[in-house]
């Protein structure tokens, strides 16, 4: 059992890219530790009178670049580990895809489905009251990230607009639209991973109806991912979510399971009720009921992990049978099961260009903030798909060139435009 954190499994994959790309002596140093780690204790008044108090964090790994940037999730699991790893993948990730950010990344240590809407809003203000003087437009930009969303990240502008008596709708993306937001935002990680996903396909004049693809997490960026596969004509055999999940070698329709997700809570809704379900329907439509270790395990050509981080691990590594990887998670892959997967001939898309396409669109809603310009939805798509399709070429030309894989590749393009920075600054 690897003793690994998250943050670990960041250095590990750090550590061998610097190696390969030769970095000066001292230089290493440099991608170590984040720059800044603020730490305060939030206390709210609950519901019923009483005081809660819960630790938070924002870590501000790298700002060679532009503003930090990152999300902040409310989780009774965020610990600053974690939340280092998150903040350092940023960095990387605002690189790659070259929009001119830095990376950061927040957390609270709180479960807000305890908490009343009251409660969750008292959290989200306490958190801007505590960070103030680390955030704002120019300086630290967060947005949405798990169990948050684009109300929370309205409290958030209201309470740093107060306490600053300013106008600042470029402080935070994820707005809802009516108050800052941008089209397009709720769907970018899985269009952005899609655009990279189809580019790929195209390159390998492969046909997408031939595309059996297995998708792990049914939420923002695995459901929206489904459809767009779906309405491309890729086959999508497999989709799960937090209760388990469901295969159909003919495929299934992401749009009905989106429905009974809605109605029922899981996307096992059609055939099941918990754990009881229609068998006799399941065979009329081939589908079965799987687990989310099964799912990643599947005879499929495409695997999207889209829900936790490390559920691509040693133990399950050599038992995939996907071709490609497309990570739309953080994280999902250990650096033990990179090497398996190399070694099997495994293509693997990393997060930190396969779902960079929420960032870009965020990068999107910080510009439009500070122009008052309101983009369409086409636009959006339009300069998302350039900005996805320039990372991807410059990951690929660097794989080629360095002889990596896309993971080392990122990184190593990530790291040199962080170093470009650095030296112009004189950092360095
Ligand atoms: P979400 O909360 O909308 O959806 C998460 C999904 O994962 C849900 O369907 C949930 O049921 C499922 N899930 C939870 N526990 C599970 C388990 N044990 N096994 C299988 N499935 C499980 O979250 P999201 O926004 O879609 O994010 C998913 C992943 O994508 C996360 O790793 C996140 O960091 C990453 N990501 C999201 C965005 C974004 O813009 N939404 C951007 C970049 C990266």
């Not at 930090?68 to 690189?95: C, N, S």
């Not at 927040?106 to 969750?120: I, R, T, Y």
């Not at 495409?302 to 490609?324: G, S, W």
Request: glycine residues 8%; aromatic residues 8%.
């Amino acid at each position: 059992m690897s003793t690994s954190t998250p943050y670990t499994r960041f250095q590990t994959t750090l550590h061998s890219v610097l190696k390969k790309i030769n970095l000066e002596r001292g230089d290493n140093a440099l991608f170590d530790e984040p720059q800044f780690s603020h730490k305060k204790d939030l206390t709210i008044t609950r519901d019923d009178g009483s005081k809660d108090t819960f630790h938070a964090f924002r870590i501000q790994y790298n700002n060679a670049r532009g503003p930090f940037k990152g999300g902040i999730r409310f989780h009774e699991h965020a610990d600053e580990d974690e939340v280092k790893a998150l903040a350092a993948l940023m960095a990387i990730k605002t690189a790659v895809v070259n929009i001119p950010f830095g990376g950061a990344k927040g957390g609270v240590q709180v479960n807000p489905k305890e908490l009343s809407k009251k409660e969750v809003q008292q959290v989200a203000r306490a958190y801007v009251q505590e960070f103030q003087e680390n955030l704002g437009p120019d300086i630290d930009c967060p947005a949405p990230d798990v169990n948050t969303n684009p109300d929370i990240m309205a409290w958030m502008r209201d309470e740093y607009e107060k306490l600053t008596r300013s106008y600042s709708p470029a402080m935070i993306t994820g707005k809802p639209l009516e108050f800052g937001g941008s089209k397009g935002r709720d769907t970018a990680t899985a269009r952005g991973g899609f655009f990279i996903l189809q580019e790929m396909v195209d390159r390998l004049a492969l046909d997408p109806s031939d595309m059996r693809v297995a998708i792990q997490g049914f939420g923002n960026a695995g459901a929206h991912m489904a459809k767009f596969l779906h309405n491309e004509g890729y086959i999508v055999v497999a989709v799960s979510d937090s209760q388990g999940g469901i295969y159909s070698p003919e495929g299934i329709d992401p749009v009905r399971i989106a429905k009974y997700k809605e109605k029922t809570g899981a996307v096992t809704g059609e055939y099941c009720e918990g754990s009881v379900c229609d068998i006799g329907r399941m065979k009329m439509d081939d589908v079965q009921k799987i687990t989310n270790a099964e799912l990643l395990e599947l005879d499929c050509d495409i695997l999207i992990p889209a829900a936790l981080d490390n559920v691509i691990t040693e133990d399950n590594a050599k038992r995939i049978k996907a071709q490609y990887i497309l990570e739309l998670a953080n994280g999902p892959t250990t650096p033990e099961a990179d090497a398996i997967l190399e070694k099997n001939g495994v293509r693997v898309i990393p997060d930190v260009l396969a779902n960079a396409g929420g960032v870009t669109a965020s990068y999107f809603e910080w510009s439009q903030g500070r122009s008052g310009e309101q983009w369409t939805a086409k636009i959006v798509d339009e300069r998302l798909k350039r900005v996805m399709l320039e990372g991807y070429k410059a990951v690929r030309r660097e794989a080629r060139r360095e002889d990596m894989t896309y993971r080392e590749a990122a990184f190593a393009v990530g790291i040199k435009r962080m170093m470009a920075a650095m030296k112009v600054r004189g950092w360095i």
